[in-house]
């Protein structure tokens, strides 16, 4: 099964964009990423995914490196609200979603 | 309309009682989910239906009992837990349990177990 690494801490400041970093070393080739976020005693939030090309939508845009070993994760323009748990997430080859440890974003003014 | 509603969002019950935590979507998905939650911990998978059937059990104990109704409606029977079954159950669906396509997972707000 593919695992991820992610910061268990980052900080941004409140317009900046915030860059969240993930390595999956051992990513499958047809595995793919995926980013969801849980802001405090809510359910996980669906973010995006992709598989080899970069992707982009209304909330943030995911970059994924050539050899996919890792990924990055941007908001671009952060606000308070943004502050959460991000997990960055590979699909095992079964019919599974397992989330890591997360990294703990704090948006501060 | 990408909701998963969840009954109740709090729950007390005790070691002795017999309850049931329910979900619902209308989505049309085929996939549903129960992940088990504790604090300061990522959601851990309990149970994956697919088209109705049970297809992954992650070695939970018996004490909890999923039912798949129909395709909408995912319920999960609670009996005789311990104090340590204290969590967020969050239930989720998506189109298909296969991930070949990378279709999206998307959960509900969860269910706050107690047990005392």
């Known amino acids: 099964d593919a695992k991820t690494t992610q910061p268990p801490s980052m900080d941004c400041a409140e317009g900046r964009a915030a860059n969240l970093p993930c390595n999956h070393s051992?990513?499958?080739?047809?595995?793919?990423v995926y980013w969801y976020r849980q802001i405090h005693s809510q359910g996980p939030q669906y973010i995006i995914h992709?598989?080899?090309n970069n992707e982009t939508n209304e909330m943030a845009s995911l970059i994924i490196t050539e050899d996919r070993k890792s990924s990055t994760l941007i908001l671009p323009h952060a606000t308070l609200r943004d502050t959460a748990v991000y997990y960055c997430?590979?699909?095992?080859?079964?019919?599974?979603?397992?989330f890591g440890t997360g990294t703990r974003l704090q948006v501060f003014p | 309309d990408t909701e998963v509603t969840q009954t109740p969002k709090h729950l007390v019950m005790g070691m002795t009682n017999k309850k049931s935590l329910k979900c619902e979507q209308h989505?049309?998905?085929?996939?549903m989910y129960w992940y088990k939650q504790k604090a300061k911990k990522p959601p851990e998978l309990m149970f994956v239906?697919?088209?109705?059937?049970?297809?992954i059990n992650e070695s939970v104990p018996s004490r909890f009992s999923p039912e798949c109704p129909n395709s909408s409606l995912l319920n999960l029977h609670l009996h005789a837990l311990q104090p340590e079954d204290s969590a967020l159950y969050l239930c989720?669906?998506?189109?298909?349990?296969?991930?070949?396509?990378?279709?999206?997972?998307?959960f509900g707000e969860g269910s706050w177990l107690t047990v005392v």
């Open positions: 989720a669906s998506s189109q298909e349990a296969s991930w070949v396509t990378g279709n999206t997972i998307y």
């Open positions: 051992t990513i499958s080739g047809n595995e793919y």
């Open positions: 992709g598989l080899k």
């Open positions: 997430i590979v699909r095992v080859a079964t019919d599974k979603l397992i």
């Open positions: 989505m049309g998905h085929r996939a």
């Open positions: 239906y697919s088209y109705e059937k049970l297809s």
